[in-house]
């Protein structure tokens, strides 16, 4: 039996998750392909952007030092295939096996901050085929069986402050739900930068760079068959693994965090 388990009557470890941003996305880098996509909202990964997400998955392996057990994606389609990419890494260097599972809650910003409106679909459904997505990831590692946190997109024009509770909430709800199990998050800049300033005091989050990733780590305390958990802290250092935050002086300005 993993001493981990909360099957055991009475354990402690220590639980890490790790949230991570996409890949460098096609509209970025070429403005032209809107006009002629068929799903202007979903834009897909450049080849850049695939090496990027594969090399992470490859550095996350070798600078992490415990293993990914479950790995939570978003339904957009660049969040999609640089989990596929990141998996793929992983499975490289080690056979896993790695869960993977699509969770609404980990979607973009539904609102003009995050999507341009000219991109946003008429009718308001950004139409997600779940089963296509399932076909993009590696053969193997999708569970089908996980019930997501969010069963269905957020409204559109969902304010930033509600998005943001929204990120923080499906992080902590994924690790209560998976206490035993450390876990990848694969999302959009705002939710790896909530997943910094939502655990980390008084920061300002200023730049989330492609593929940049966070890394959370709590105690967590089993017995009988339930479990109590500290609070997160968080790992990541300013600028060492694409994330820029600033901390507040004394005398009211922000510097940047060491």
């Known amino acids: 039996m993993d001493p981990t388990s909360p099957e055991n009557n009475d354990a402690k470890h220590q639980q890490n998750v ?27 990964l450049v080849e850049a952007g695939r090496l990027r997400a594969f090399r992470t998955g ?17 339904p957009f389609l660049r969040c999609i295939q640089t989990a596929s990419e990141v ?9 896993g096996p790695y869960i993977v599972s699509i969770e609404y809650g980990l979607c973009e910003m539904l609102n003009r901050e995050a999507i341009r409106r ?16 399932h076909a993009l990831l590696p053969a193997g590692t999708v569970d089908r069986a996980v019930k997501p946190v969010y069963e269905e997109l957020p409204q559109w024009e969902e304010t930033v402050m509600g998005a943001r509770t929204r990120y923080e909430r499906v992080i902590k709800t994924l690790a209560d739900k998976y206490p035993s199990e450390n876990l990848l998050l694969v999302t959009h800049g705002e939710g790896v930068g909530v997943s910094v300033s939502a655990f980390l005091e008084d920061i300002t989050v200023d730049a989330v760079e492609y593929c940049a990733y966070s890394q959370l780590r709590r105690h967590v305390f089993h017995k009988n068959k339930s479990f109590t958990a500290g609070e997160f802290e ?12 600033k901390i507040p002086m004394a005398n009211g300005a922000m510097d940047d965090a060491m």
């Not at 996509?37 to 897909?44: K, N, V």
């Not at 000219?118 to 997505?133: C, R, Y």
């Not at 990541?236 to 694409?242: E, I, K, L």
């Open 18 to 44: 790790v949230v991570m941003r996409h890949g460098d996305r096609i509209d970025n880098f070429e403005p032209f392909w809107i006009t002629t996509a068929t799903r202007p909202w979903d834009p897909p």
């Open 58 to 74: 490859r550095k996350l392996k070798t600078n992490l030092g415990f293993p990914i057990h479950r790995v939570f994606v978003s």
């Open 87 to 95: 998996v793929s890494a992983l499975c490289a260097v080690n056979d």
């Open 118 to 133: 000219v991109s946003v679909p008429k009718d308001g459904n950004f139409g997600f085929n779940i089963a296509e997505l």
């Open 234 to 245: 968080v790992l990541t250092h300013n600028g060492r693994t694409g994330i820029g935050y």
